[in-house]
């Protein structure tokens, strides 16, 4: 129970009553009308997207040739065989073709390599450079400026040693 020493503070608490039990009214009768609505977290809202996309790819370089080599006595240098490459031709969402860029290799091993220009698409490789007798793979991709690269061109260069009579060797080259 609720004491009180002087009767203005009395007074005060029973004006205070009508008025807390209309707000409390007005209150119930508003969630009664309105009710508490269904809430819906942020999380929850969808959002939608869409993109357009292309692909590009780098032209290979077009058909790849070679000539050149021949006998040689051993002791004396290899003839060079030339590998020569058409221009890339030109596909769909294509990237243009910057340079071109070959590699002689034995396995994994690289004997050779070189960059060439769009315009000048061949690659003299000289006995001298091959250690060995032996088949080597050759491969050129052409480049776009972004780094990209086509799929390769290949051929195989050979170099053999015989004992024909004389010390003879051949150098030659094959495309598929």
């Known amino acids: 129970m ?39 977290a942020a999380w929850q809202d969808r959002e939608y997207t869409s993109a357009t996309l292309a692909t590009a790819v780098v ?25 020569a490459w058409a221009a890339a031709g030109t596909l769909p969402n294509a990237l243009p073709v910057t340079d071109y860029h070959w590699t002689l290799t034995s396995g994994a091993t690289v004997i050779s390599s070189g960059t060439t220009t769009t315009t000048a698409r061949t690659a003299a490789i000289t ?11 050759f491969k050129v991709v052409a480049r776009s400026a972004s780094g990209w690269v086509s799929t390769p061109a290949t051929g195989t260069y050979r170099k053999t040693d015989a004992i024909l009579g004389i010390l003879l060797g051949t150098s030659s080259c094959t495309v598929p």
Do not use: K, Q
């Open 127 to 137: 006995g001298t450079v091959v250690p060995a007798a032996g088949y080597y793979d």
């Open 2 to 40: 609720i004491t009180y020493a002087d009767a203005p503070a009395r007074r005060r608490h029973r004006r205070l009553r009508p008025l807390l039990a209309v707000s409390m009214g007005v209150v119930l009768m508003l969630v009664t009308l309105f009710g508490i609505g269904a809430t819906r």
């Open 59 to 83: 032209p290979p370089p077009g058909v790849l040739s070679c000539s050149g080599g021949g006998t040689f006595v051993l002791g004396n240098n290899p003839p060079t065989v030339t590998f």
